[in-house]
């Protein structure tokens, strides 16, 4: 029997930003390995990295921990990072609940995030 993965990333860049759309569920089983991939697929060039989770269906405080920690990663390095969810959907809920938006911008769509990493630089 074969398990199917929870969350698939899928990362391309968008010129001198890094777009990554997680779809699926980020949690204690996932959030090591998602956090990985997106700290590894940012080069030191890069602007930024728009996370696009327009497609993520849960994200539990293993998630939500590691997106701070990413946050923080970035900024040091200083760049940035903006995250993409659609107004109507669930996760803005949570994310509004964890105040991230305090420490991660948070966009309706990928290009209004990368504008905003480019007027920004």
Same mark, same amino acid.
């Given at each position: /029997?074969?398990?199917?993965?929870?969350?698939?990333? &899928?990362?391309? #860049?968008? #010129? @001198?930003?890094?777009?990554?759309?997680?779809?699926?569920? !980020?949690? =204690? $089983?996932?959030? @090591?390995?998602? #956090?990985?991939?997106?700290?590894? +697929?940012?080069?030191?060039?890069?602007?930024? =990295?728009?996370? &696009? /989770?327009?497609?993520?269906?849960?994200? &539990?405080?293993?998630?939500?921990?590691? !997106?701070? &920690?990413? +946050?923080?990663?970035?900024?040091?390095?200083?760049?940035?990072?903006?995250? !993409?969810?659609?107004?109507? +959907?669930?996760?803005?809920? !949570?994310?509004?609940?964890?105040? $991230? %938006? @305090?420490?991660?911008?948070?966009? +309706?769509?990928?290009?209004? $995030? %990368? $504008?905003?990493?480019? %007027?920004?630089?």
């Amino acid at each position: /029997m074969s398990v199917e993965p929870q969350v698939s990333i &899928d990362v391309h #860049g968008e #010129g @001198d930003i890094v777009v990554a759309r997680v779809t699926g569920e !980020v949690d =204690l $089983a996932s959030a @090591d390995t998602v #956090g990985g991939e997106l700290a590894s +697929a940012v080069p030191n060039r890069a602007l930024g =990295l728009v996370l &696009d /989770m327009s497609g993520t269906a849960y994200l &539990d405080s293993s998630g939500i921990s590691l !997106v701070f &920690d990413l +946050a923080e990663r970035l900024r040091r390095r200083q760049q940035q990072l903006r995250f !993409v969810v659609p107004e109507d +959907a669930p996760l803005r809920r !949570v994310l509004r609940i964890v105040n $991230a %938006a @305090d420490v991660v911008p948070i966009d +309706a769509t990928v290009d209004e $995030a %990368a $504008a905003e990493i480019r %007027a920004a630089a």
